[in-house]
C-alpha cells in the first residue's frame, strides 16, 4: 500500500530563512506521480506541483524548489527567502496505486513564518 | 475561469442527522472528487464521480453517498450523522477523466457534528 511520511509536524523560521519539507514515500509502483499541495488557513488546498517518477531532476519554480531523490524515496521541497504569507500547512501526495486517481496525503508539516 | 466552489462554508448538525454538501467543479472540469479532512490530519478519499457515475471509493461506509450533475456539480449526502464525521470536507475537480491526477480543490465545507 502507498504510504507518505512527513516527519516535520510544525516548523517555525523567521522571515528570509530558507526552510526544507521532508517527504518520505512507499510505493510498490515503478513509475508514479509525486504531489506537494499548500493549504493556507482559509483551507483551500492549493496545487503546487506534481513530478513524474521518470524525471529526477531538481525543479526550481521562483522561491520554490523540489528535490526527488527516488534512491532513497524522497521528495523534498525546499522555500528559499521564506515570507509570512509562506505559512500555511504543506502536503505531500501521490496516487493511491498505478494509474489510480486517488490520493494518498501525508499528515501535513505546519509552516510558520515569523516576521 | 471560475474554480471549485463548494456550499456551505460551515454547518453544525446533530448525531443521527442527515448532510448535504454541494461542489460546483471547475471550469471545463468533468470529474470530482471528494475527501474528508480531520483536524490535524491529510485528506482522505471518499469516492469519485465522472460521467454522473461513482468511478473509485475509498473506505468509507455506505452512507457516504454521491450525485453528480450533468453540468458536472456534485453532492455528497451523509446519513446518520456520527460525531467522528466532524471534519472539513473537501471538493476536487479535474480535467481528465479515470485519470485525474491533478486535482483543483475547493476551499471546504467545515461539518460539526454535536
Known amino acids: 500500500a502507498q504510504k507518505v511520511t512527513q516527519a516535520q509536524t510544525e516548523i517555525s523560521v523567521v522571515e528570509k530563512e530558507d526552510v526544507t519539507l521532508d517527504c518520505v514515500y512507499e510505493t510498490r509502483d515503478t513509475t508514479y506521480y509525486l504531489f506537494w499541495y499548500k493549504q493556507p488557513p482559509s483551507g483551500e488546498l492549493v496545487f503546487l506541483i506534481r513530478?513524474?517518477?521518470?524525471?529526477?531532476q531538481n525543479e526550481i519554480s521562483g522561491r520554490y524548489s523540489w528535490n526527488f531523490q527516488k534512491s532513497t524515496s524522497s521528495f523534498n521541497f525546499t522555500i528559499t527567502a521564506s515570507q509570512v504569507v509562506d505559512s500555511a500547512v504543506y502536503f505531500c501526495?501521490?496516487?493511491?496505486?498505478?494509474?489510480?486517481?486517488?490520493?494518498?496525503f501525508g499528515k501535513g508539516t505546519k509552516l510558520s513564518v515569523i516576521p | 475561469e471560475t474554480g471549485v466552489t463548494q456550499s456551505p462554508t460551515h454547518l453544525i448538525k446533530t448525531r443521527g442527522q442527515q448532510v448535504t454538501l454541494r461542489c460546483s467543479s471547475q471550469s471545463g472540469h468533468n470529474t470530482v472528487s471528494w475527501y474528508q479532512q480531520a483536524l490535524g490530519q491529510g485528506p482522505q478519499f471518499i469516492f469519485q464521480?465522472?460521467?454522473?457515475?461513482?468511478?473509485g471509493r475509498g473506505n468509507f461506509p455506505p452512507r457516504f453517498s454521491g450525485l453528480q450533475f450533468p453540468n458536472y456539480s456534485s453532492e455528497l449526502n451523509v446519513n446518520a450523522l456520527e460525531l467522528d464525521d466532524s471534519a472539513l470536507y473537501l471538493c476536487a475537480s479535474s480535467r481528465s477523466g479515470r485519470f485525474s491526477y491533478e486535482q483543483y480543490f475547493g476551499p471546504g465545507t467545515r461539518l460539526t457534528v454535536t
Open positions: 501526495a501521490l496516487p493511491s496505486g498505478a494509474g489510480s486517481y486517488q490520493l494518498t
Open positions: 464521480y465522472y460521467r454522473e457515475e461513482e468511478n
Open positions: 513530478r513524474n517518477s521518470f524525471d529526477e
